[in-house]
Every structure is written in structure tokens, then in C-alpha cells.
């Protein structure tokens, strides 16, 4: 989803109320549970999204850094189905994005919990009748994505809408001539600019022009990168 332009950055923009069909209750209901809602650039303006668990807002961050993001909403208007025993239930999904045209239902669940409550089984019913509702119907676990793809998701959501095209550009002029890896550290020092770099980097990574080797944070100085091929 493009950031809002240069000349909007500092301009007070009050953020929309969020989309979610139901209520969040914010205090949580379980010993370290994590509740929330931060905002989003989404369809031209701020709009606040809610979580229920720190696995939803990871999620969240790496579906707002897809490419092709069009809308995201969070807790979207619950779906009915008839159940394997016959009877009518009805499901909230933790998102539903729109990529490139396409409608995902997004569930969030620890894989544990999906396989004591045969989640996938559920799922596999809702999606074989609610095809109005969603293209597509997804489980996302955590083995599903990394520590380390959730951090750079969050970085980018952060930092990918600032704006400094020198520093991008001459970090994207550095690593144009990679003909391998390099370190995040190397890349800075060369460029003179130190943290602006390292944003950039970030930026870069997030715009899939760049890709962390192996499963490195790219918030350390010693991970290596390589031109997105």
C-alpha cells in the first residue's frame, strides 16, 4: 500500500475508526494476552486497525507489507455455515486483505490450538461455502513465518512511508553494484549516512528490491543482503 505523499507528512490527519464487526475488548481476557490497535495508511487515508494477540499483529504487519496490498480490514463481518454435525455456526476471521483483486480470510491461531480444535477442518467447510464471502481462506501459524520476517514487516511499516530520496538513492545506487551479499554495516559506512541508510535498507527490503540471506535480523549490523533477483 503506497505511503501518503511528501507534502502530507506533516499535516494532522485524524485517523478513521476501525472497520471490526465486533467489539475488541481492550483489557484481554487471559494472563499475557495483548489487545490493541494502531493505524494504517490504507485507501488514501489513516485508518485503525485492532488486534487480539501479539500473533495477530505480527500478521497484520506482514499483510500490510504485501505487495499489491489493496484494503485490509480487521475482524470482518462474521460468516455462516453449516457445520460437519448439520448444524448453523458462524465465524469471525482475524482479517480479510485484498491482494491484487483477490479476497484472502485470514484466521490467526497458534498451531496448537488449530489442531486441538481441528481448525483446519472447519476452515476447509467455510471456504467450500462461503465463496462470496472470500477467494481464498487461510490458517496462519506461527511456523508460517519468521521472527525475523515479522520484525522487518514492523520496521517497514514504520519507516517505509518516510521520505528521503537522497538516502535512497544512494543506497539503492551502492547496492546496485552488489554482485553478491554485503553487510548491513558495509553498505552504511559506505554511504556516509549512517542510520538514514540503514532505513533505507529497510525500505528497500520492504519494497522486495533487496532480501536478507538466510534468517538474520536486518536490524543487525552484521546481516548480510543480496540484490532481489
Same mark, same amino acid.
Given at each position: ?13 485524524? !485517523?478513521? +475508526? ?71 455456526? !458462524?465465524?469471525?476471521? *482475524? =482479517?480479510?486483505?485484498?491482494? %491484487?483483486?483477490? +479476497? ?11 489442531? +486441538? ?31 525475523? *520476517? ?7 511499516? =514504520?519507516?517505509? +512511508?518516510? %521520505? *528521503? ?11 546496485? #553494484? ?18 538514514? !541508510? ?9 519494497? %522486495?528490491?533487496? %532480501?536478507?540471506?538466510? #534468517?538474520?535480523?536486518?536490524? *543487525? ?6 540484490? !532481489?533477483?
Amino acid at each position: 500500500m503506497p505511503p501518503p505523499v511528501a507534502d502530507t507528512d506533516f499535516i494532522y490527519q485524524m !485517523a478513521a +475508526r476501525t472497520r471490526a464487526s465486533r467489539i475488541v475488548e481492550l483489557r484481554g481476557n487471559n494472563r499475557g494476552s495483548m489487545v490493541g490497535a494502531f493505524v494504517a495508511w490504507l485507501n488514501g487515508g489513516w485508518q485503525t486497525l485492532v488486534f487480539e494477540s501479539r500473533h495477530e499483529l505480527k500478521i497484520a504487519y506482514i499483510l500490510l507489507a504485501k505487495s499489491g496490498l489493496q484494503d485490509l480490514f480487521d475482524q470482518p463481518p462474521r460468516v455462516r455455515f453449516i457445520g460437519l454435525d448439520g448444524e448453523v455456526h !458462524a465465524h469471525t476471521f *482475524d =482479517f480479510l486483505a485484498v491482494i %491484487n483483486g483477490r +479476497r484472502y480470510a485470514v484466521a490467526a491461531k497458534f498451531r496448537s490450538s488449530a489442531e +486441538r480444535l481441528h481448525f483446519r477442518r472447519q476452515l476447509a467447510v467455510i471456504k467450500s461455502q462461503c465463496s462470496d464471502f472470500a477467494d481464498e481462506v487461510l490458517l496462519v501459524t506461527e511456523e508460517d513465518f519468521t521472527k525475523e *520476517d515479522a520484525l522487518a514487516a514492523e520496521l517497514f511499516h =514504520f519507516i517505509g +512511508r518516510e %521520505n *528521503d530520496p537522497e538516502a535512497d538513492a544512494l543506497v539503492g545506487k551502492i547496492v546496485s #553494484t552488489l554482485t553478491g551479499s554485503a553487510t548491513v554495516g558495509s553498505i552504511v559506512a559506505a554511504s556516509g549516512l549512517k542510520s538514514r !541508510a540503514w532505513r533505507s535498507i529497510v525500505r528497500l527490503v520492504g519494497l %522486495n528490491q533487496v %532480501n536478507v540471506v538466510g #534468517t538474520a535480523r536486518i536490524d *543487525d549490523y552484521d546481516t548480510c543482503i543480496i540484490r !532481489a533477483t
